[in-house]
């Protein structure tokens, strides 16, 4: 799976008419847990026993990166969450249970202090924390990473998975006044919370040991001038880079030994990228009484994942929408929430054909299409009731304080009628069943708007990843719904690579005309949920062209200004506003052994695809 921006999602199986008569949800209620199925027990009491956890990896799906500093093709939730993370941990813990917020006690640092009207940011390490070799975790070994990641994106934005126009290259200098605190002095203001859990706790910023690392060959001495010079921090990441892409040697590799997470690599198999972790005896942060080993475990298919875990030979896993049906509780616990994002469909502005891209300019033809989503529906039929709705860029679920009130429920609520309403009253001679036509031209009140000629059809292609099948059957579901007010949707699926890389290639003018809307997933918002990147006029993701000035202004307010909530202010404006689609969101849902005990929300942030097992223990039937 990709961690960002865009979930790689498709779709298969497809169906047809309404949703109104489905069954009730399959999947039972969580106790404590709001928009959540299943249930995480109260950590077990008595004796905690050490073994070996072994986890599930995704078909298709494991490790294959090592480097902390994750190239942008590389950026995967395996690689990243489950795999570096257990070995490298991040300065700020941005997850607590499946609310996405600061989690200072698994933080490495205290939170950042601003000053100089937010343009100085001091970071100031806790004690305790100390590399496997014995050395403490220092402000230098942050300021070595900071230093590598300024030289790599100096040489290609790339080389690093967390890269956004702003940091590192807004740093004007830095300063450590002691051995625990970094102060970076950066070029312009930043907003504090937006720098604190979207650059500081999600690009991610991650120690790493200068002491073992600082050295451009494996032979050669340490470098000790990348402070200072930036074509020695190129190539010692060039180093460490190329050492992550030789998956061979990862497990007898010393540098890979040098750890400050709960884990150090014991195991590794370049063929099925099975691997297996070992406590990391100095790890300071919070664990278990005693700690488990910890292996990663492939599967040729989820249905194989699902049966080693239904018959005891496998302790967690990820459980697909598909098997939500088969879920009990006879000898493992499961749970399942959103992952705090949101599923969407994105409009080409800039599509030409059948004058598609001023019709998607006009607010109201986007209300339509919202008013033709069946979003319950959706997540009845084809989530098995797993799942929540999605109003804007902020989801109701997991609950978040950036939730603005007019996202809580839904705006344009589902209805046919509605949505022939708002045609009608701008101008369409609506046809139920048929395709509709711009009766009335022009830019005024009742009339189609700007670049709408008379005689112009509704009637637009709509691409869409073929896999999952929840994609295809939430495009099918939409096309049927909107023919009855007369908007002709012709569905066409493709592979995801196409669609995303292809199709959507700005460097080529031609494809601008291959799609009107497009639906390949999603993505993962940051705790932070600014749409910074998408959706403002600039962003480096953006998906079709949507531009608004407000949009830029909140966007912008949100990142560099001083409201704490002006990314409320933005999700509310862009909710109203439906520059995407916006689609519901699957739970994702994880299962354990009912031998498997620990705090709840260590089980819990498994949702958020964060792994922390470093909580868990073996208990006695």
Known sequence: MQLTPRR????????????????????????????????????????????????????????????????????????QLTFSWEMWRPVYWTVNGVTPELDQAMSLADPPRFSDGDRTVSITFKRGYKWSDGTPVTANDLLFEIDLIKAA???????????????????????????????????????PSYFTEDILGQSPVIPLPAQKWARDSAKGPLVTDWNTNPADALKIYNFLSSQSQSNLTYASNPLWQTVDGPYKLAAYDAGSDDFTMVPNPRYGGPHAAKMSRFQGVSFNTQADEFHALRTGSLDVASIGIQDVPQLSQQNYHYFGEPAFGFNFAAYNFKDKTGDFGNIATRLYFRQAMAHLEDQAGWIAAFMHGAGAPVYGPVPAYPLSPY??????????????????????????????????????????????????????????????????????EQATDL?????????????????????????????????????????????????????????????????GGYSNPTADALIGDSVSGTNPAAVKNEASFLTANQPVLFQPYEDNIWAWKSTLSGPPASFENLTQYYATPEFWYFTTP
């Open 8 to 79: 790689i999602f498709a779709c298969a199986a497809l169906l047809t008419g309404t949703l109104t008569a489905v069954a009730a949800s399959s999947a039972s209620a969580s106790s404590g847990v709001p928009g959540s199925i299943g249930s995480a027990p109260a950590a077990a009491p008595g004796a905690e026993t050490a073994g070996t956890i072994t986890w599930g990896l995704p078909p298709g799906q494991g490790p294959f990166w090592i480097f902390p500093i994750v190239p942008q093709d590389d950026n995967t939730i395996v690689n």
């Open 153 to 191: 994106v100096k040489a290609s934005p790339a080389n690093w998975s967390g890269y956004t126009p702003g940091f590192p290259g807004n740093l004007a200098s830095t300063s450590e006044p002691d051995a625990s605190t970094l102060v970076l002095h950066l070029k312009q203001r930043v907003n």
């Open 403 to 472: 939730l603005p009130r007019d996202a809580k429920t839904n705006p344009y609520p589902f209805s046919v009628s509605a949505a022939v309403t708002l045609l009608k009253k701008n101008g369409w001679t609506v046809h139920p069943g048929g395709t509709d036509v711009c009766a009335k031209a022009g830019t005024g009140a009742g009339e189609c708007g700007a670049g709408i000629p008379a005689g112009t059809k509704l009637a637009f292609n709509f691409a869409y990843s073929n896999a999952p099948a929840l994609i295809g």
């Open 479 to 543: 096309a049927a719904q909107a023919l009855k007010a007369g908007i002709h949707i012709t569905l066409r699926a493709n592979y995801y690579n196409v669609l995303a890389y292809n199709d959507n290639d700005a460097s080529n003018p031609a494809n601008e005309n291959k799609w009107a809307v497009v639906d390949f997933g999603g993505l993962f918002n940051s705790p932070y949920p600014t749409t910074y990147g998408l959706f403002n006029t600039t962003g480096l993701e953006q998906i």
